[in-house]
């Protein structure tokens, strides 16, 4: 079945200055309840993989560092 | 992909908030026992309650009601349906569960003198305990798991449970939604929490995770049961909620209706008496929308400044903390503007109606050696407090359960088909996207089975969710992650059939907009003062009725029908002011 790629613009950002995922951390991912987070392992960063969210908010509020900021969808704006 | 293999005693599904306290409930009966909790997201932030909670809706606090008034309350604002023995098991527990949550370090709020500061939200009784710093909730529960020993799995997705052949429980199985490995877990006793079927409608917004619930909660559960041959009860008493346009949490009358907030028309007029979520409240609230004195919104800038500071404080850091940001937005300053709100997507929710799993006063549900608590099982209006206390009984009663029964057989070649139809999507290169399927199933459920529900429309998407179920074999997973949500569009299917099933089944109109039925638009208590039950009946979605039984809290006749009376009466108010 032929497929097509959509962009979407996700609703949860990461300040790459401020992540330490190369360090190992891996909190955001963990904590998120849809498991849309995920550690890009090129940069050594943490980015929105899937637009699955609920933005519930412990992947902002429990990040050590405050890189991650979540917006509320476009969709519902 | 591998498959793994372990056995325990107590197996509990869902590390929200009904599951870990069933967890550590079986540890602290027998500490001897082999107790685990499996979890599809992560136990420290999961479930509906994954930010924490802004109060108790429901709590039965000594000096402000008895266990006797709140079954009436319940009973009543449940229309009639309701196993009375459940709620009183619920209502006789809430306290105690109170001050153990309160000694665990949960923060409830407490007047100059410590008592509990309750609040009348309530059509009759005042039953709401608020919790201003209600934030931490998920914190605590980790750290009472750790100190029971409770064993933790994360993101395990469970799909079945394991059945022996007499029909009595022998475990689940699962997959990892990062390795797509294969997970059997054999057990003596599985509790069920796994929490609302919460991606059942789609959100006006389009968007398929602007949910009410936390989607996560895709009604995994309500499938898991139907399929092990639980009984389930009250499907038709759907989840429709008053809620924040577009933003879909809720505006929280709860919170606010204390300080002053309520609920208006576009005239800012009151047009309910009780703001308490119920499906006759809901009824005037859509007539309300559809009468041309809509939007409905939430009115607070009546209130004074520090009012409002405190209401703010309260719910931009709780339950929703994203609602200041949705706000800010729209440039909505609660001082100025009124809050829009709109009507939900339906759901299946026991802990806001009562739609779930059937349990009894001991959360025993029909499986033998399965037990369920939470949003997911059948006691109505039961919210948090109803869920921390049924988790209690299961935890109790699954503890019970070990002492007496050996670890069941399993059946090699049930764990062989499941694994099958879990692993089938990974190797279909040319099938369809899980987010298009579901889409389109959710878009469905909304056109045929949002009420007012009508009888032809429900019947046409039967047809839609049997065409549906055709799709799902052509479901394709190019990751574990999308597998994960291919084998919700499983669970999201079966509970849209469920939905509509029993919908049709109850020929009659009760619970406010719940269950209204053009074409049977009286509630008619000959025939239909009754549980629905549904249960899987050699391999079909069958319904039937369970008689109800007789009340232990009778109910005088004023009582019956105090929730009939929800909209307020325009002329008896103005002669009321002309007096």
Redesign the interface.
């Known amino acids: 079945m032929p497929t097509t790629l959509n962009i979407a613009t996700v609703p949860v950002s990461v300040d790459e200055d401020k992540c330490i995922a190369h360090k190992g951390c891996t909190v955001c991912v963990d904590v998120c309840p849809l498991d849309v987070l995920a550690i890009d392992f090129v940069k050594g960063k943490a980015y929105m993989k899937f637009d699955e969210c609920w933005y519930c908010m412990p992947c902002e509020k429990d990040c050590p560092t405050g890189a991650i900021h979540v917006d509320i969808p476009y969709l519902l704006r | 992909m591998n498959t793994h293999i372990q056995t325990v005693d107590v197996l509990v599904i869902g590390g929200g908030t009904a599951g870990p306290m069933a967890a550590v409930k079986a540890k602290e009966a027998n500490p001897e026992l082999r107790v685990l909790l499996l979890e599809k997201?992560?136990v420290?932030?999961?479930?509906a309650i994954?930010?924490g909670m802004d109060g108790l809706n429901n709590a039965v606090v000594p000096g402000f009601a008895t266990p006797e008034q709140y079954v009436k309350e319940i009973t009543t604002a449940n229309d009639g349906i309701v196993n009375q023995k459940t709620v009183m098991a619920y209502a006789r527990n809430s306290y105690d569960m109170i001050e153990e949550l309160d000694r665990w370090g949960v923060k409830f709020e407490k007047d100059e003198t410590g008592d509990f500061a309750m609040r009348k939200v309530h059509h009759m009784g005042t039953y709401v305990l608020p919790m201003p710093e209600g934030h931490d909730i998920k914190k605590v529960l980790y750290r009472r798991l750790k100190r029971a020993r409770v064993e933790i799995t994360?993101?395990l997705v469970a799909t079945r449970l394991l059945t022996e052949k007499g029909g009595s429980i022998a475990g689940a199985m699962a997959f990892d939604?990062?390795t797509a490995d294969f997970h059997v877990i054999r057990a003596r006793t599985v509790v069920l929490a796994t929490g609302a079927a919460g991606r059942l409608g789609l959100p006006a917004?389009?968007?398929?995770?602007?949910?009410y619930e936390?989607?996560?909660n895709a009604g995994d559960g309500y499938s898991m049961a139907y399929h092990a041959g639980a009984e389930l009860s009250g499907i038709e008493c759907f989840q429709i909620n008053p809620l924040i346009k577009?933003?879909?949490g809720p505006a929280c009358a709860y919170v606010t209706g204390p300080f002053g907030g309520y609920t208006t028309n576009n005239k800012g007029e009151r047009f309910i008496e009780c703001d308490y979520w119920s499906g006759q409240m809901m009824m005037e609230f859509y007539r309300e929308l559809q009468g041309g004195d809509g939007p409905v919104f939430l009115k607070l800038d009546h209130l004074a400044e520090e009012t409002i500071s405190t209401i703010e404080t309260i719910l931009h850091t709780n339950e929703?903390?994203?609602r200041g940001?949705?706000h800010e937005?729209?440039g909505t300053n609660y001082r100025e503007q009124m809050v829009e709100m709109h009507i939900s997507e339906i759901g299946l929710c026991s802990g806001h109606s009562a739609s779930g799993v059937w349990v009894n006063e001991h959360a025993e549900t029909t499986v033998p050696g399965l037990y369920a608590a939470g949003d997911l099982a059948c006691v109505p209006h039961n919210y948090m407090l109803g869920a921390f206390v049924y988790g209690k009984l299961a935890g109790e009663s699954a503890a019970r359960y070990c002492a007496e029964h050996p670890l069941p057989e399993f059946d090699e070649a049930q764990v062989e088909r499941e694994r099958e139809r879990v692993w089938a999507p990974l190797s279909r290169e040319?099938?369809?996207?899980p987010s298009q399927v579901e889409y389109k199933l959710r878009r469905m459920v909304n056109d045929y089975l949002q009420p007012p529900k009508v009888t032809r429309k429900m019947e046409i998407g039967l047809q839609r969710f049997e065409a549906i179920r055709a799709d799902l074999d052509r479901l394709s997973a190019s990751n574990p992650?999308e597998l994960?949500?291919a084998m919700e569009v499983h669970a999201i299917r079966d509970c849209a059939e469920m939905a509509a099933r029993a919908s049709l089944y109850r020929t009659e109109s009760r619970w406010g907009l719940y269950h209204y039925r053009v074409d049977h638009p009286g509630r008619n208590d000959a025939d239909w003062f009754v549980h629905v039950q549904l249960q899987k009946q050699n391999g079909a979605m069958t319904c039937f009725k369970r008689p109800i039984e007789p009340y232990i809290v009778k109910l005088d006749e004023q009582e019956k029908t105090a929730y009939q009376r929800l909209r307020i009466n325009k002329e008896e108010k103005e002669l009321c002011q002309q007096l």
């Not at chain 2, 420290?44 to 479930?47: D, E, M, N, P, Q």
């Not at chain 2, 040319?430 to 996207?433: F, H, I, Q, R, T």
Request: glycine share 12%; with cysteine; proline share 8%.
């Open positions: 997201a992560n420290k932030r999961s479930g994954s930010m994360n993101r939604c990062r917004s389009g968007y398929l995770f602007g949910t936390n989607p996560t577009d933003y879909n929703r903390p994203s940001r949705f937005g729209r040319d099938g369809l996207p992650h994960m949500r």
